[in-house]
């Protein structure tokens, strides 16, 4: 069965420092999507992307986040300048299609730690 | 704001169904009921999702309430790694999932 993987599972870094978690997402999927859990608290909703524009994103996306799909299987997430805040799971998402019944299918995560 | 409101906990004897109830009772005509769930901090997984009509699959079944107000996901002979945090959630788009605290089930042996 198709899966959504992200790379690496695990990331340690330094405070300031630039990060890109990666995703791949399912083959014939268009929307990507990401979303983070800091520990202990809910999943969040980060970002939507199609036809290499960003759709929504949330307030907590400001100018420290970006994404790109650099090629035809990559999607990827950059944090330019790591705060300590910024420690928590970093889920992909992938779907077909934009509309409600479109169902979001979700990779392993990456954890992100920031010293 | 999930706009669901779920159980904080539930406990499940391992063999046996596990009923978990969730109500949207401010759920719009074109909003989807979707439940994931989520095992430790893996990525939600998704299970389920209907209209208004009842659906099953290989994993579970969803009841809808005619009214739509409220839901229950049916896991039909729970086991041990069914002990997850489940999550119902409203879906009007699919473009932004809203997460809320779900519901930890724990199967008991």
């Known amino acids: 069965e198709p899966e959504v993987t992200q790379t690496p599972s695990h990331q340690v870094t330094q405070m300031g420092q630039e990060v890109i978690l990666r995703c791949v997402p399912i083959?014939?999927?268009?929307?990507f999507y990401w979303y983070r859990q800091i520990l202990g608290q809910k999943v969040e909703f980060l970002v939507s992307?199609?036809?290499?524009?960003?759709?929504?994103k949330s307030e907590i996306f400001d100018d420290q986040f970006s994404v790109e799909r650099p090629d035809g299987s990559n999607f990827t997430l950059k944090i330019r300048s790591t705060k300590l805040e910024d420690s928590a799971m970093y889920f992909c998402?992938?779907?077909?299609?934009?509309?409600?019944?479109?169902?979001?299918?979700f990779g392993p995560g990456t954890r992100l730690l920031v010293l | 704001d999930a706009k669901t409101t779920q159980p904080t906990s539930m406990d499940c004897a391992e063999g046996r169904a596990a009923n978990l109830p969730c109500n949207h009772s401010?759920?719009?005509?074109?909003?989807?009921v979707y439940w994931y769930r989520q095992i430790h901090s893996q990525g939600p997984q998704y299970i389920i999702h209907?209209?208004?009509n009842n659906e099953t699959n290989e994993m579970a079944s969803l009841i809808i309430t005619e009214d739509r107000k409220s839901s229950t996901l049916i896991l039909p002979h729970a086991t041990l790694r069914d002990t997850a945090v489940y999550y119902c959630?409203?879906?009007?788009?699919?473009?932004?999932?809203?997460f809320g605290s779900g519901t930890q089930l724990t199967v008991l042996p």
């Open positions: 998402a992938s779907s077909e299609g934009f509309y409600s019944q479109e169902t979001q299918y």
């Open positions: 992307f199609y036809n290499n524009e960003i759709s929504e």
């Open positions: 401010t759920i719009s005509g074109n909003e989807y």
């Open positions: 209907g209209l208004k």
């Open positions: 959630i409203r879906s009007g788009s699919a473009r932004q999932l809203t």
């Open positions: 083959s014939n999927h268009l929307y």
